[in-house]
């Protein structure tokens, strides 16, 4: 335990991580605590990390964020999925759709019902009973909580956006509210001799910036967590294969599609994000299986508008820090870890480290078990997301190439290994603890990639077949009833 009270932080970064962190402490502590934030526009930010996830809705709402505002600033469309193509096999396609799946019954959830209409021969799709699936594929959305008369569930989203517009927007935000920008390259980090905490950085004009905290946005440089603390990296690239991406930005043609598509390729796999004013596209591959000169060709060859500018090629390692939190400094973002674009959980990842950062604000100085505290929820946290995405590499039929046999045949982790096992064999799935992916979540991946449970839950027994055949009805006219009154999403962003 240190006593110095914490009244200075210094945030070292303004990618996405750092203007977050900024916006959500100066928000709920700025009266309490003086926030500067050190960036550098020569050095910029990494320029991708344009999907999210649904936790970013009432996360900006905590901030208090206008959604049209929000939508208008930063060119953003909605996002109600993943499209997975040529995942399990090619040729296959599914949608990790947000939001829940037919109607649940207590202690026996729906998919149990459709596991036993495919045994008696009714051959429906999973996602007839998605709300936010019919509404992607027809290209509509609107809010809706709950569909009206019935307690079936509404539509989850999130936004696709673009990362400069959205990074200047947080800064404006952050700015306005009292954070202290500063503009500058840190050339050297300066350490207690006693304690070893970080006291000051020194900026390349000589000026020496002093912090009671100080919070690692430096991105995959991971300036202070790891070139100045040496704290250690867990490598996760035996699992995670994927370790290179090349991104380049396209002209919209079409309709705005309201989610992104994942395009699996012989060595990785293909993003296609669409924005209002264009489409960012990026192919993520191995580079132990394909070159960076192959993987731009084949992405410039598969892209659909006009390229805006060159491509870029991004290389990353998979993995995290062995402590996200090492004496006074916190790591968030890309200095913090990273597992790869898929499922788009690295902006997820942002706002809990702020959050958690937040709950556990050392004001009274550190306490050694508050460190503990954030380390041992955060180590969780990352591996509950990396077992889900692993999940989507391991669980794939094609042997059309050396980088696919290869996932087919990885070891993976144990909870992992069970986790299918038993879905596969019983057609039960757990959510662990506060785990971001859902149990339905999982389960579309599973089924998505072939992985048809063979038995179901007892309970479903206490319907007839003539009752589950009228439930499945009842439940696809509903859904295409609600979605045939939607608006268009161009429409619904106004353009
Ligand atoms: C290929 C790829 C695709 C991705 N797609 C998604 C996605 O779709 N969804 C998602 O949620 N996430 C995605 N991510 C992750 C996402 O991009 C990042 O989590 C997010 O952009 C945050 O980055 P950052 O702020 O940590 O780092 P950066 O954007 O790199 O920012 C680092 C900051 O540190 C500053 N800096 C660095 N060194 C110094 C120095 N010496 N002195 C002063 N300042 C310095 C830089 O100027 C910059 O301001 C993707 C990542 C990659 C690599």
Redesign the pocket.
């Known amino acids: 335990m240190q006593n110095n009270k914490v009244k200075n932080v210094v945030i070292?970064?303004?990618?996405?991580?750092?203007w977050i962190t900024a916006s959500l402490l100066v928000k709920v502590l700025g009266k309490a605590i003086n926030i500067t934030l050190?960036?550098?526009?020569k050095?910029?930010?990494?320029?991708?990390?344009?999907?999210?996830i649904p936790p970013i809705i009432p996360f900006n709402s905590a901030l208090g964020i206008n959604e049209n505002d929000f939508l208008k600033a930063t060119k953003g469309t909605i996002k109600l999925g993943i499209q997975f193509e040529n995942w399990g096999k090619v040729g296959d396609r599914y949608m990790h759709a947000f939001g829940d799946i037919g109607k649940n019954f207590p202690f026996c959830e729906f998919h149990h019902f459709w596991v036993k209409s495919l045994q008696i021969g009714l051959n429906s799709n999973f996602w007839d009973y998605s709300l936010n699936y019919q509404a992607a594929k027809q290209n509509k959305f609107q809010h809706i909580n709950g569909i009206k008369g019935t307690n079936l569930p509404g539509i989850q989203y999130a936004y696709h956006f673009d990362?400069s517009l959205y990074a200047k927007y947080l800064s404006q935000f952050a700015q306005n509210q009292g954070v202290k920008l500063i503009d500058?390259?840190?050339?050297k980090v300066n350490l207690n001799e006693q304690n070893g905490f970080v006291e000051s950085i020194k900026l390349e004009n000589g000026k020496v910036i002093n912090g009671d905290l100080f919070v690692d946005?430096?991105?995959?440089?991971s300036?202070l967590i790891e070139q100045t603390l040496n704290t250690g990296f867990d490598d996760w690239s035996h699992w995670l294969p994927c370790n290179r991406?090349v991104?380049v930005q396209t002209e919209s043609i079409g309709n705005i599609r309201p989610y992104t598509r994942s395009i699996a390729h012989q060595a990785g796999w293909q993003?296609q994000?669409p924005l209002q004013h264009r489409i960012g596209n990026?192919l993520?591959y191995s580079a132990k299986h394909l070159t960076d000169d192959a993987a731009t060709d084949q992405l410039l060859s598969s892209v659909e508008g006009e390229p805006i500018g060159e491509p870029r090629v991004?290389p990353?390692r998979t993995g995290m820090r062995r402590k996200h939190w090492n004496r006074n400094v916190v790591a968030?973002?890309?200095?913090a870890g990273?597992f790869e674009?898929l499922e788009?959980?690295?902006?997820?990842l942002?706002q809990t480290g702020a959050t958690r950062l937040l709950k556990l604000f050392p004001h009274n100085g550190f306490n050694l078990s508050e460190v503990a505290e954030y380390n041992s929820q955060t180590n969780t946290e990352y591996q509950r997301i990396r077992d889900f995405i692993i999940l989507h590499y391991k669980l794939t039929e094609r042997n059309d190439s050396e980088f696919w046999r290869q996932c087919q045949q990885m070891d993976i982790p144990e909870s992992l290994e069970s986790k299918m096992k038993l879905f596969k064999e019983t057609g039960k799935v757990f959510r662990e603890q506060d785990e971001l992916f859902t149990e339905v979540a999982w389960k579309q991946v599973m089924i998505g990639q072939g992985a048809t449970p063979k038995d179901y839950h007892p309970l479903v027994n206490t319907l007839s077949e003539e009752q589950i055949q009228e439930l499945m009805q009842n439940l696809r006219t509903i859904i295409n009833r609600t979605v045939d009154a939607m608006p268009t999403h161009e429409s619904f962003l106004g353009i």
């Open positions: 070292v970064g303004g990618g996405t991580a750092g050190v960036e550098s526009s050095i910029g930010t990494i320029g991708v990390g344009e999907a999210t990362a500058g390259i840190v050339q946005c430096t991105g995959l440089k300036l991406a991104a993003w994000i990026g993520v991004i990353y968030i973002g890309l200095s990273f674009p788009s959980t690295n902006i997820h942002i």
